[in-house]
């Protein structure tokens, strides 16, 4: 039957590709549970195929409705449903919902010794000392998702941690990538919602064109592999095809390269130590690529990378600020309520208001997460 998954966030971008691999290796894989915000359409057709044991939904009224017509699952909703989801007995837990609400039903996974395949970056910024911390104490592994934590980590592959000197995170550049900062003044939800290399949901994908993206990964880079922040670079590299590197104390540096395709990363946490094929994926071809193209990062133009390496820094709940206020600003950009440029403002705005907490614990977190959204929500007025 082998591995039961439960998916968090299966109508999102990552989960459809999660289940693309539950459904192209189905000796290796069965979706056990999996949870859906508000795409109900979706939802229904991956409970038909895959008769899973238990679902989430946002609402109670889609829970309801569902129920009545898939007798044989159980349904849950809403924050405490998510956790009901993710503590389900299985193998892995792939979290690939989008913000901070993956938090709560990543740590109570946590506490079960669960083994997580980690798409939600925003858990790891918002409270990555957490999650880490009780991961060690309960013996749960979290296998990194994002392609460039999984670079990293397949760089580390069988390396001492000790003898790693530098992480080297690249960037494509994402929408704006050959845009100064007098173009962005007065771009557009739908002109930063088309990313040059990667298809994505909308909220990563305008992360990407702001590089608050980039900044996010740099925390994660340091909440899963300990790395100091002075040891993360970052490279602008805009083919995206060497997803990330690890440099060494003796200078070599070792590389994962791919097409950019995420459903590689991904499969790579459902299957780690072994590796599966990927029977119709494109193979890189470095011939017919040519050329790849290297350019150092710039902090002025790309402001929002500075404050991610700030917050960084500061650590405690300057993290937890920079992700809450990133969350309700990208919210309000694809509202058409704020401009594309307001983004990066608000983050700095937040930050400079707020009196950073060292060691915070999970309510200290959640309090200042939605304290911030207030304060951002109040720029407004
Ligand atoms: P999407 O927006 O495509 O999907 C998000 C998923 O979460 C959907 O299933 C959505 O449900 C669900 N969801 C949204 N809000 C809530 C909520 N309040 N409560 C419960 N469920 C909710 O996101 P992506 O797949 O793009 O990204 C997921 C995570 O992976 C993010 O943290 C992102 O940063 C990270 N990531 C994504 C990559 C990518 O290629 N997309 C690459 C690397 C990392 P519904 O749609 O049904 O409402
Ligand atoms: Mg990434």
Not at 163 to 184: M, V
Not at 252 to 263: E, F, H, N
Request: charged residues 25%; hydrophobic residues 45%; proline residues 3%.
């Amino acid at each position: 039957m082998g591995k039961k998954i439960i998916l968090l966030g299966a109508t999102g971008s990552i989960g459809v590709q999660t289940i693309d691999i539950i459904r192209e290796h189905p000796e290796q894989f069965s979706l056990t549970g999996f949870s859906a915000g508000r795409n109900m359409e979706l939802a229904r057709k991956i409970i038909k195929e895959f008769e899973p044991e238990i679902v989430c939904v946002q609402n109670e009224q889609d829970a309801e409705a569902l129920s009545r017509e898939f007798p044989r699952t159980a349904f849950v909703f809403g924050g405490r449903g998510l956790i009901e989801t993710a503590v389900y007995d299985a193998d892995v837990l792939v979290n690939a919902v989008i913000g901070s609400v993956g938090l709560e039903p990543t740590l109570e996974a946590i506490k079960l010794g669960r083994t997580i395949a980690i798409a939600n970056k925003e858990t790891l910024v918002t409270a990555g000392h957490l999650v880490m911390e009780s991961a060690k104490r309960y013996g749960a592994e979290i296998l990194p998702v994002d392609s460039e934590h999984s670079a990293l980590f397949q760089s580390l592959n069988g390396e001492k941690l000790e003898q790693a000197t530098k992480l080297i995170l690249t960037a494509s550049g994402g929408s704006f990538r050959d845009s100064n900062r007098d173009q962005l003044k007065d771009v557009t939800v739908k002109e930063a919602l088309d990313h040059p290399n990667w298809s994505m949901g909308a909220k990563i994908t305008i992360d990407s064109a702001t590089m608050v993206n980039k900044g996010l990964e740099v925390i994660e880079a340091n909440v899963l592999f300990d790395f100091a922040y002075d040891d993360i670079e970052v490279l602008l590299h805009r083919e995206s095809i060497i997803h990330s590197m690890v440099e060494f104390q003796d200078t070599s540096v070792m590389a994962q390269l791919g097409t950019p395709d995420m459903r590689v990363p991904i499969q790579y946490a459902l299957t780690f130590p072994d590796r599966l094929p990927r029977p119709n994926a494109k193979r890189l071809n470095l011939a017919e690529i040519g050329k790849l193209h290297f350019r150092e990062m710039d902090y002025v133009r790309f402001r929002a990378l500075q404050l991610a390496f700030d917050a960084g820094r500061t650590g405690g709940t300057m993290t937890t600020v920079l992700n809450a206020a990133n969350e309700q600003a990208v919210a309000l950009f694809l509202d058409g309520r704020i401009k594309f440029l307001q983004i990066e403002e608000i983050i700095e705005r937040a930050m400079d208001a707020h009196n950073p907490i060292l060691s915070p614990d999970l309510e200290t977190i959640l309090h200042v997460d939605s304290e911030t959204r207030k304060t951002v929500l109040n720029m407004l007025k």
